[in-house]
């Protein structure tokens, strides 16, 4: 499982210098409904997500993206821009699949990959929460 390591420092909270564990994933697929992104995640990382002993918490982000490469970001000397959004989810924990290639995640709209939600599960971390 390729991944992204965040470490953050705090001097408040049972854990000092949290960690979180990221496996990002980008898509142009029409995966966005109402309330859920749906994800066609390979069997191998799902289970590498799910685990639960781990000390460093585990989490997906599915970087929704426009069809076109060339849509994707604007940049000029005044702005960086991203199109569209990216959502987390944590799959600690969840069952294991009888399936051999993919299975379909789920990943709520309400949890955009932001910087507020960031600093929020970075807290969460730091408090001792298990994601």
Known sequence: MESTILAGSSEEGLIRYPRLELQVKCTSLNVIGDEII?????????????VENIQ???????????EQLDNWLSQSQQELCLKYCGY??????????????TITVSLPRQ?????????????????????
Do not use: C, H
């Open 111 to 131: 949890n955009i990959f932001n910087v507020e939600a960031l600093k929020n599960l970075m807290q969460r971390i730091g408090a001792g929460e298990t994601l």
């Open 38 to 50: 749906r994800y066609p995640l390979a069997v191998k990382n799902y289970n590498d997500l799910r």
């Open 88 to 101: 987390w989810v944590s799959l600690r924990g969840k069952s294991p699949t009888e399936n051999q290639t």
């Open 56 to 66: 460093t918490p585990r989490l997906l982000v599915i970087v929704v993206v426009p």
